[in-house]
């Protein structure tokens, strides 16, 4: 089945280091999304890539990078993990088109120590 | 711009009762309106959206949900609720000025099925 991918589902990492999330699908889709969710909130976008025009969301700490190397595979980048930065990070995919649905993956649970 | 309301924050049912979560919405454009389900630990999943097509939209798992303009609603309904509907449900609007689609999500609503 076609579908959106994350590894790992859980991450663990210390204060200040260095961690990198993946994300991969098969949908063939144009955009890819990073979204931010704390506990008993909504999806918080950080950015999107549309093809390999990069989208910034204006409140997305410089702590964040994101890398597309391929239309396949997205990485979330967090330079310096602070303890505010525990959450499920969900990565997401559309076609880019009007009327469209975004495709979830199931997320990394990160967690910094 | 566009903002989502969903008007409460929990809601619990017992099995095989009726469920109803509420919505409204609000957008300068003829909006694209989406209802998202997540149980715990997991990602969103899709359960129904709204395109301008027919208003009233059926989803998976036996959700439906009707779209009404003169109210600015999209509620999200189920005749008979069951014990694995519990989750977090997010009713989420489109903002279709975008190249691509930005979403804009309401706060969510944690349904309860007592047994």
């Known amino acids: 089945d076609a579908m959106v991918i994350q590894n790992p589902r859980y991450q663990v990492t210390q204060f200040g280091k260095p961690v990198t999330l993946s994300c991969s699908q098969t949908l063939n889709h144009n955009v890819m999304y990073w979204y931010q969710q704390k506990s008993s909130q909504a999806p918080k976008l950080l950015f999107h890539?549309?093809?390999?025009?990069?989208?910034n969301e204006a409140d997305t700490p410089d702590n964040f990078q994101s890398r597309r190397p391929n239309t396949s595979f997205c990485f979330l980048d967090i330079r310096s993990p602070g303890l505010g930065d525990a959450a499920m990070y969900l990565c997401?995919?559309?076609?880019?088109?009007?009327?469209?649905?975004?495709?979830f993956g199931p997320g990394t649970r990160l967690t910094v120590l | 711009a566009q903002s989502v309301t969903q008007l409460d924050s929990h809601v619990s049912v017992s099995e095989g009762t009726p469920v109803l979560l509420r919505c409204n919405y609000s957008s300068s454009y003829s909006p694209s309106l989406f209802w998202y389900v997540q149980h715990p630990n997991k990602g969103l999943q899709l359960l129904l959206k709204y395109t301008s097509a027919a208003t009233l939209v059926k989803g998976i798992n036996g959700f439906e949900a009707e779209f009404k303009k003169s109210e600015t609603s999209f509620h999200l309904t189920k005749p008979s609720a069951h014990m694995s509907d519990a989750a977090e449900y997010f009713c989420v609007v489109s903002d279709r000025t975008f190249g691509n689609e930005k979403l804009t999500f309401g706060t969510g609503t944690r349904l309860t099925i007592i047994p």
């Open positions: 997401a995919t559309s076609t880019g088109q009007g009327a469209d649905t975004q495709y």
């Open positions: 890539y549309y093809d390999k025009d990069f989208n």
